[in-house]
């Protein structure tokens, strides 16, 4: 059973940095796609960044130049690295990973950004 834990979510002021952290754990294999969503309450869920096993990337315009994502493959492991964070960053923060087109979510992290 793969499961997927986040950490690194809070509160924190308008400016500050953030890291998000996931591991996968349950499983020997690796994911192809690695990613981060977020969620407002009643919305859906939307890509905030993701990187491939290749290292392609792909962002969301809302978090070029203030987001990076970063993966450690042997650790199934995936990171977003946050600065300069906006109130319109709080939401619910999801990781998610594509292991052999079987998509797996964490739980959710909440990052609070308050001015």
């Known amino acids: 059973q793969v499961q997927l834990v986040e950490s690194g979510g809070g509160l924190v002021q308008v400016g500050a940095s953030l890291r998000l952290s996931c591991t996968a754990s349950g499983t020997i294999a690796s994911p192809n796609v690695m990613g981060w969503y977020r969620q407002l309450p009643g919305k859906g869920r939307d890509l905030v960044a993701m990187?491939?096993?290749?290292?392609?990337?792909n962002y969301a315009d809302s978090a070029k130049d203030r987001f990076t994502i970063s993966r450690d493959n042997a650790k199934n492991t995936v990171d977003l690295q946050m600065y300069n964070l906006k109130v319109e960053d709080t939401a619910t923060y999801f990781c998610?990973?594509?292991?052999?087109?079987?998509?797996?979510w964490g739980q959710g992290t909440l990052v609070t950004v308050s001015s």
């Open positions: 998610n990973m594509d292991f052999g087109g079987v998509d797996y």
């Open positions: 990187m491939s096993t290749g290292g392609n990337t």
